[in-house]
């Protein structure tokens, strides 16, 4: 079983839609999870990230966390063509020599069509 | 601020070559990591570093290799190429207190012919 597992899509909504995009990980000893943004041929960049359960909001983007099944969520509202990207869920787990590794999914591909 | 930087943005190689993908950041961040990305894999860790004059290895480390002599650069040296690193490759860079936040490059896009 991965340690991270996402739906790759891909996913197209009308403008103006709630976009639902969601990830599943199998160990729950993880703390943080956060979620990335990867338009074509560009570097991932860091959206936001929740810390254990609950809800976190940034202007139309909402992260979520339901620890009791492992299941993380990124709801987009009022999605735009602009929002049309990889989403790519990750968790960072320790490593011996310090620091965190980011073991990501797969990434789900969005388009928000006109 | 430029965040971090990669060059070049694509390259290609012949089997066997070698050459080094260059990384620097400007935000004085003492974790630095290498990715590579590949279709269906996701983004896999290749090196990472705490800080200047400290390496080790991730999950994918064989073929490459890296140094860390400043804070800044955090350069991934391919010894010799081989077509299964055809790949994009990512830098990243965080804060120590702070490493599950990592903040990526632009990516270099290799292809070894």
């Known amino acids: 079983q991965k340690e991270v597992e996402q739906d790759p899509g891909p996913l197209s909504v009308p403008e103006g839609a709630i976009v639902s995009l969601n990830c599943t990980y199998s160990?729950?000893?993880?703390?943080?999870f956060m979620w990335y943004r990867q338009y074509s041929r560009k570097g991932p960049e860091l959206l936001m990230y929740?810390?254990?359960?609950g809800n976190k909001e940034d202007g139309r983007f909402t992260a979520q966390v339901d620890k009791s099944s492992k299941y993380i969520s990124l709801f987009i509202r009022d999605s735009q063509p602009s929002d049309s990207a990889t989403y790519l869920c990750a968790i960072p787990q320790g490593l011996t020599g310090g620091g965190n590794k980011l073991t990501f999914g797969t990434g789900t591909q969005l388009k928000v069509e006109l | 601020n430029a965040g971090v930087t990669q060059t070049p943005k694509f390259q290609v190689l012949k089997t066997g070559q070698s050459m080094t993908l260059q990384c620097a950041q400007d935000m004085n961040h003492e974790y630095m990591s290498w990715y590579r990305q590949d279709p269906g894999m996701g983004l896999r860790l290749i090196h990472y570093?705490?800080?200047?004059?400290?390496?080790d290895q991730g999950e994918v480390p064989n073929g490459y290799n890296v140094s860390r002599s400043t804070t800044e650069d955090f350069p991934l040296r391919l010894l010799s190429a081989a077509p299964s690193q055809t790949s994009v490759y990512f830098c990243?860079?965080?804060?120590?207190?702070?490493?599950?936040?990592?903040?990526f490059g632009p990516g270099t896009r290799l292809t070894v012919t």
């Open positions: 160990n729950s000893a993880f703390q943080y």
């Open positions: 990243a860079s965080s804060n120590r207190d702070r490493t599950y936040e990592q903040y």
């Open positions: 570093s705490v800080g200047a004059g400290i390496t």
């Open positions: 929740t810390y254990s359960s």
